[in-house]
C-alpha cells in the first residue's frame, strides 16, 4: 500500500474525507476506488459512495478477499445509512465471516454492528441484543466502542430502561471523544438529546400531559393500570394484554381509560368505536357484543362493569388508570415517526421496518405527500421519502416494539 492510500485511510479514520479525496480524487485503482467511495459516503452523496465501492470490489483481484470483504461491509453501511433494508444480509454475513478468519477483528465486528443496527431499525430488538452479546468491545479502538455503546443505548431506549442507555451514552461520548471525530461526537449529542425530549402523553382524569422517557418507564412499573395507545396494549406492571389485531377493543378500552372514575355513556361509545353519528338497535347491541369481548379480553387486569347510562373500567388492583398516548396522534403517524429521524426511506424499507406491505406504506406516503408532510426525490427503485423531523418530540422511541413481558 503506497503512501498516498495509507494517509487518505488515516484522514477517513479520523472523519476528514476532503482529505482523503485530496490524496486519491484522480485514481482509478481499487484501494483509490473504495477510499473514495467511503469519502464520498462521509460527505452524503450516497449513490455515488455505492457505485465507487461496487467498482472497488470488482476491481480488486482473487487473492484479495479482505480487500473484497471490506468493500462488502462498506457497501452494507451505505445501504443502512440510505435505509435500503432489503440489502441482502448474507453477503454480510460471508464478508463478516472472511475477515474473521483473516485476522481483521475490529472490520468484522464493525459488521456485527451493522447487523445489530438493521435488527434495532425493523424492531427485531431480542436478535439484536443476542447478537450484540457477543461483542467485547474492550479491545477495539474508540470509535468502534463508540457505535458499540450507541447501539447499547438504542436498545435500552425501545426497552424503556433510561438508566442503561444514559450510562451508555456516557461511555459512548468519552469513546467519540477519544477518537476525535467530530461527527461521531455529534450522533451521540443527538441521541443524548432524545432521552430529554417527550416520548408520549399521558392523559388520567380528564388531564392530560407530556411525558419523558424515564417518566413513562416510571409509570408502567407503577402499579397503575395503563393503556398503551402506542403499543394497542392494556398492560400493568406485571401483565399485558395486547390488543394490536383487535382494534374495536382497543378503541373502546382507550375510550374508557381516559374517561375513568367515570363512566361513558352508550352513544358517545358507540359514535367514537363505530365511527357513527346516528345510533340505532343494531349499533347498541352490536356494542353489547364487543363489550363482553372486552370483559373476557382484560379479565385478568380488570372487569368492565355496565351503569345506567354506558360502561365503566373497574380495575380490581390498580389504584390508577391512565391512557399513554403517543406525543403526536394523526393519520399515519407511524410512517412519519420513521421519517422523522432525518434520513430518507424507499418505501420498501419502510414496509420492512412497519412490518406493512409495500403498498399500504405507499398509499400512506401519497397521502402525507398530498398534506405536504413528506416529500420524495429520485424515480422507481431510487425514490427516497424524507419529512422534517417534528420539533420537541422523540417520536421513534415509542413506535411498536416489544416491551418486557410483551
Known sequence: MDSLITAAARALAAGDPLGALNRVALRDDAPALALRGIAMAQLGD???????????????????AVARARCVVAEAEIAL???????????????????????????????????VRRLLLTGRLDEAERTLAELDPAPFPPASRAAHELVVAGIAMRRLR??????????????????????????VDSASL??????ARLIARGEERLLLLEEVEALLASGALVVDACRLAVRDA????????????????????????ADVPRDTLIARVFRTKLADESHRARLRVEVGRLRAALRTLAGVSATRRGFALAPPHAREIAVLAPPVEEEHATVLAFLADGESWSSSALALALGASQRTVQRALDSLAATGKAQSFGRGRARRWITPPVPGFATTLLLPAPLPGD
Open 46 to 64: 450516497l449513490v455515488r459512495a455505492k457505485a465507487l465501492v461496487r467498482s472497488a470490489a470488482r476491481a480488486f483481484g482473487p487473492k484479495e
Open 81 to 115: 445509512v440510505s435505509r435500503d433494508l432489503g440489502w441482502p444480509a448474507k453477503a454480510l454475513d460471508a464478508a463478516r465471516a472472511t475477515l474473521e478468519a483473516h485476522g481483521d477483528l475490529a472490520n468484522a465486528a464493525h459488521a456485527r454492528y451493522l447487523e
Open 238 to 261: 406485571g401483565t399485558v394484554v395486547s390488543l394490536a389485531r383487535r382494534p374495536v377493543l382497543f378503541a373502546l378500552a382507550r375510550a374508557l381509560g381516559e374517561a375513568w372514575p
Open 194 to 199: 432524545l432521552l430529554d425530549q417527550p416520548a
Open 162 to 187: 433510561t438508566r442503561t442507555a444514559r450510562a451508555a451514552l456516557a461511555r459512548a461520548g468519552r469513546a467519540a471523544l477519544h477518537a476525535g471525530i467530530p461527527a461521531l461526537t455529534a450522533e
